[in-house]
């Protein structure tokens, strides 16, 4: 009797080992497209931002004001790229398939470019 009981605690054990090792490979996957989310999302604001500032001469005239929204605009600027560099640094594969991602996205677009022409 003793040792149906002990069989069944071990195949318990076996299971809860099973659910957790899947658990985290979901929890992992889960962060990961959080973490994906979050490098785009960084990447398209530091090209907005550069988009902002070259253009901020056309529409801004007035010099003081131009200038307060230039440091401000470069101080965020600053604080995404440490946050970026920080993120990459952390999760180097997200890093890697998110770029990997975006030039498979500009070769497909190349080649799409090209067929309709």
């Known amino acids: 009797m003793q040792i149906l009981v002990i069989i069944q605690i071990i195949r318990l054990i076996r299971t809860i080992e099973y659910i957790i090792a ?52 470069i101080r965020r600027r600053d604080e995404i790229i440490n946050e970026l560099t920080f993120i990459q640094s952390e999760h180097p594969n997200v890093s890697a398939s998110v770029k990997t991602r975006a030039a498979i996205q500009k070769l497909l677009n190349y080649s799409k470019n090209i067929v309709i022409v």
């Open 22 to 73: 899947n658990l985290n490979i979901l929890l992992e996957r889960i962060a990961n497209r959080y973490v994906t989310l979050s490098l785009e999302l960084c990447k398209a604001y530091i090209l907005s931002e550069d988009d902002v500032l070259s253009k901020l001469h056309r529409v801004i005239e007035i010099d003081q004001i131009r200038e307060h929204f230039h440091k401000d605009s």
